[in-house]
């Protein structure tokens, strides 16, 4: 287990990190996620040793790391780390994931198993011989995680893994990070501003903003039920509206949202100043005037903006308060919704999730 | 002008049917900035690779005058290590003055600030990224110092290359260390002066031709082996 505990760096005054304390268990995917410059990749290079904290320290199973080089490269032999630009050593593919193995003193038979072990598990055993430089970009990741497995770490440490990578390699590399971390019961940290790769990836995430970490927790709780504005709005969720609790009862809560009024399932005692988050996917759009549906919302309003994105649109209403729904590209046809059209809205009670703000 | 056409002519025949002492010269010429070359790298290359590596106070102002020194005058180089090895000097005893081996030392002192230099910003410029790639495969501090020479091997050689060209072009610190001495110190360009002073054209010529040829070889082999080395 490695423990970060109130972990702080900062480049000439300015605060990359700012009092991280933070678990990652063994052999889980944890995903730090966060806009670029969040300060995940300082993170990441000061899980792997390469960077000292300002303050705060880290353990790992426990203990923390000694200061001395000695200490600090014997604990660093434990760990890999694919960086977000990897780059080749000039010399072959076999000679950039023996490079490692080398510099622990391994030779012969017993480095060149290892090596065509670790090319293996990523596929491109067939490469061994080429000079790595020449290497395509897909190509080139797959070497560099290939040389970060193969002296066998318990922890690998992934930056940006797939940034830089076309979605068919990038879709390869999630699926090796899956078998890596299954295979071998690796511990793996992974940096990304892709949310849904978090999504797909992590058994836990954590949630990185201008060197905060604003939440962690299952992909699930962080995507539903965000504990700061600024999570629910890197989860992607579209309405974000303040409001004040007026009352709740059976473990249902209403709450007025200026122009309208909303039931939610987050239990909050009245008066309590809320900011409401309801996911754009959430919100189903309704033309006939009979509705069939079991959500405790509902709301009447006139279409201001449609914006079409591809095999799906979101279409704006003034419902009293102005809501996003996201809806098929075909349903936008089918219903005819375009500007000054009215219709009616619906969302579960479940689908309004509240933040209290102080 | 005639003269200089028939100076061109005997240097060719001179070279051409391999005259003992044009042979003789050439030969301990290149054993001489040969045994210096090798010598400053084995020195500048390691030395370069911590310097470069390590962070100390005055580091920067260290590289200043290293980076200064590569245009250290030839005869001053001659001076200081005249001073050193002359008999009043405190390495007389080694009686190294007018020997071959004075002679290289002096060239290694001409050397080393170029090799040393050249070897620092050799490895400054290997992508940062690589010595983090390097640090993360669990290398210790003298396995990423040889890996980031290796890595920087190609551009570290122009550099002894280079190196190896000041000591084989030279004259100032060959003429006051070695004195010239015929078939014991006597090197190309030392000749070269010699003979010119001495009205021997035809002779000089053919040693300028042999040393220009040297200096083409070396500049075509370190271009041969960059062109097959990498663009980064």
Known sequence: MIELSHVSRSFTGRNVLDDISLRIRDGEIFALIGPSGSGKTTLLRIIDLLEEPSQGQILFNGSAIGPGAEDRLLARRGIGMVFQKPVPLSTTVFGNVAAGLRF?????????????????????????????????????????????????????????????LDPANSALIEELI??????????????????????????????????HLLQTGEPAEVFYHPGKPEVARFVGVENILPGTVTGSSDGLTTVSLGGAIAISRTELPAGTKVLACIRAEDITLHTSKE??????NLLMGRIIRVASQGPFARVTVDAGISLTALVTTRSVQDLGLSPEKVVSLTFKAGAVHLIPTP | MNEIIDGITQAVQLIVTLDPEVVGITVLTLEISLASTLISAAMAIPLGGFIHFREFPGKRALVNIIQTLYALPTVIAGLLVFLLISRAGPFGFLRLLFTPAGMVIAQVVLVLPIMLGLTISALSGVAKEKKDTILALGATELQTILTLICEARFAILAGVALGFGRAISEVGAAMMIGGNIRDYTRILTTAIALQTSMGDIAFSIALGIILLSIALLVNLAVNLVQGEGPRD
């Open chain 1, 291 to 296: 509705i069939r549906s079991s959500a405790r």
């Open chain 1, 104 to 164: 622990r003193g391994m030779k012969g038979d017993a480095l060149a198993g290892k090596v065509r072990e670790a090319l293996e598990v990523v596929g491109i055993s067939q490469l061994a011989d080429r000079r790595a430089r020449t290497l395509s970009g897909g190509e080139m990741q797959r070497l560099a995680l290939a040389r970060a497995i193969a002296t066998g770490p318990g922890l690998l440490l992934m930056d940006e893994p797939t940034a830089n």
């Open chain 1, 178 to 211: 899956l078998s890596i971390n299954r295979r071998f019961r690796t511990t793996v940290v992974i940096a990304t501003h892709d949310l849904p790769q978090g999504q797909r990836l992590a058994h836990r995430l954590g949630v990185l903003d201008r060197g």
